[in-house]
């Protein structure tokens, strides 16, 4: 009789533990990732159906976006503290050029601000199946990573970034 309790018992304990499940992080925990230095690859929807191709490399002198176009490819820079601004290579006869973004940069520029969120109390996240979701309370924000916490996926208002690579490449950029 003994045994069948101390089984029962372990059974119980064992059918429990299999059901429940850690808390997850929390957002600011989450978003902390994008506040180090790290490369990421992504392709991005504005809304308008167009879709990008884009690297993004955040590094400790700031951001470089590289948006792959079918026949061009576009640099954006955003320095520490600067306004972001679209780099030309330059040649042998004239020298590089960075012509700098208008206030409220739209397009591609604007993927830069869904690397830069800073999650406060309104944000939440929670434990899924198949990651941890993060939103605020109107919804306006979304985010989606993995259960070991890598970004898989954001989005503000219309524009959303799917990641397809993220590579986090040392010491805090800020």
Do not use: Q
């Amino acid at each position: 009789m003994r045994r069948i309790a101390v089984f029962l018992l372990i059974l119980s304990w064992t059918l429990t533990g299999c059901s429940l499940s850690l808390p997850p992080p929390t957002p600011e925990e989450l978003f902390a990732v994008f506040r180090g230095t790290f490369d990421c690859a992504f392709t991005g929807e504005d809304g308008t159906g167009s879709e990008i191709r884009a690297v993004l490399v955040r590094s400790a002198s700031g951001d470089t976006l590289t948006v792959e176009g079918d026949t061009v490819r576009t640099v954006i820079v955003a320095k520490s503290g600067t306004s972001p601004a679209i780099l030309t290579r330059g040649s042998e006869a004239h020298p590089p050029l960075t012509l700098p973004l208008p206030d409220g940069a739209c397009g591609a520029a604007a993927f830069l601000a869904l690397f830069s969120i800073l999650p406060d109390a309104d944000f939440t996240a929670v434990r899924g199946e198949g990651g941890i979701h993060v939103t605020n309370r109107d919804g306006s924000i979304t985010a989606h990573f993995s259960d070991n916490g890598i970004p898989e996926r954001i989005r503000i208002g219309a524009y959303t970034a799917v990641i397809t690579s993220f590579a986090v490449t040392g010491a805090p950029a800020r």
